[in-house]
C-alpha cells in the first residue's frame, strides 16, 4: 500500500484561476505534513507546513488538512505561470526524525 | 541565506565502481538526511544523521550504502558496489534541530547529485 499518494496530473489551469492539489495518505501515524514545489531537475522547496485540522494561509496559498479522512490539499490563488512545477505532498510519521516520506507528486501547468 | 551545498553536481560512474556524494550542511545544523529521486519517482527517503551517528535508515539503504560526517562541516553519502538502479538524483538535506513533528524546523535540501551508473 503507497504510503502517499497524489493524482500524478498534469493539471491544467489558466493564469489567476485556483489550482487544487489532493493527497492521501495511509499512515494514520503521520502526524505534520507538508507540500513542497519542485521545478524540473530542481531540489524541492517548502511552501507549506501543517499539523492541525482545518485550514492554513500563507500568501496565495492554503492548505487544508482532514486527519479522519487522511487527506491534504493544497490551493493556490491567483495561479501564475511561475507556479508551473511538481508539488510534492511529504508526511512526517510520528516517532520518526523529522524524516519525510513522500508522494509522487503533481505536475501543475498555468497556461497564460 | 545559508544553503546547503553538494558536490559534484553530475557524477558518472561504471558499475561496480565506488562513489562518494558530499554535502555541506547548513552551519548550525544537527540533523542531516540523504534522500535519492529516481528520475520521474518519487523522493524517497534512504537516511537519517544525527550526534554522529545513524538514527534511521530505510530499506533501500542497505550494506552498500554508508554515511560519514569526516568532520565538522561534510556529510558524505558512499556507495559501495554501483549498480545501474542507483541511477538518481541524491539530495542532501539538513535541519537546525527536531524537536517533534508539531515543531516547525523546515529542511532544506541542497541542489542534488545527479548519479549515472553506466
Known amino acids: 500500500q503507497k504510503e502517499v499518494e497524489q493524482n500524478s496530473g498534469p493539471l491544467s489551469v489558466p493564469e489567476g484561476a485556483i489550482a487544487s492539489l489532493n493527497c492521501t495518505y495511509s499512515d494514520r501515524g503521520s502526524q505534520s505534513f507538508f507540500w513542497y514545489r519542485q521545478y524540473s531537475g530542481k531540489s524541492p522547496e517548502l511552501i507549506m507546513f501543517?499539523?492541525?485540522?482545518g485550514d492554513k494561509e500563507d500568501g496565495r496559498f492554503t492548505a487544508q488538512l482532514n486527519k479522519a479522512s487522511q487527506y491534504v490539499s493544497l490551493l493556490i490563488r491567483d495561479s501564475q505561470p511561475s507556479d508551473s512545477a511538481t508539488y510534492l505532498c511529504?508526511?512526517?510519521?510520528?516517532?520518526?526524525?523529522?524524516?519525510?516520506?513522500f508522494g509522487k507528486g503533481t505536475k501543475l501547468s498555468v497556461k497564460p | 541565506e545559508p544553503e546547503v551545498t553538494q558536490t559534484p553536481s553530475h557524477q558518472v560512474t561504471q558499475m561496480g565502481q565506488e562513489v562518494i556524494l558530499r554535502c555541506v550542511p547548513i552551519?548550525?545544523?544537527?540533523?542531516f538526511y540523504w534522500y535519492r529521486q529516481i528520475l520521474g519517482q518519487k523522493v524517497e527517503f534512504l537516511v537519517s544523521f544525527y550526534n554522529n551517528e545513524i538514527s534511521e535508515k530505510s530499506e533501500i539503504f542497505d550494506d552498500q550504502f554508508s554515511v560519514e560526517r569526516p568532520d565538522g562541516s561534510n556529510f558524505t553519502l558512499k556507495i559501495r558496489s554501483t549498480k545501474l538502479e542507483d541511477s538518481a538524483m541524491y539530495f542532501c538535506?539538513?535541519?537546525?534541530?527536531?524537536?517533534?513533528?508539531?515543531?516547525?524546523?523546515?529542511?532544506?535540501f541542497g541542489p542534488g547529485t545527479r548519479l549515472t551508473v553506466l
Open positions: 552551519s548550525n545544523h544537527l540533523y
Open positions: 511529504a508526511v512526517n510519521r510520528g516517532g520518526s526524525q523529522g524524516n519525510l516520506i
Open positions: 501543517i499539523y492541525s485540522n
Open positions: 538535506a539538513s535541519r537546525e534541530s527536531y524537536s517533534g513533528p508539531f515543531s516547525y524546523n523546515e529542511q532544506f
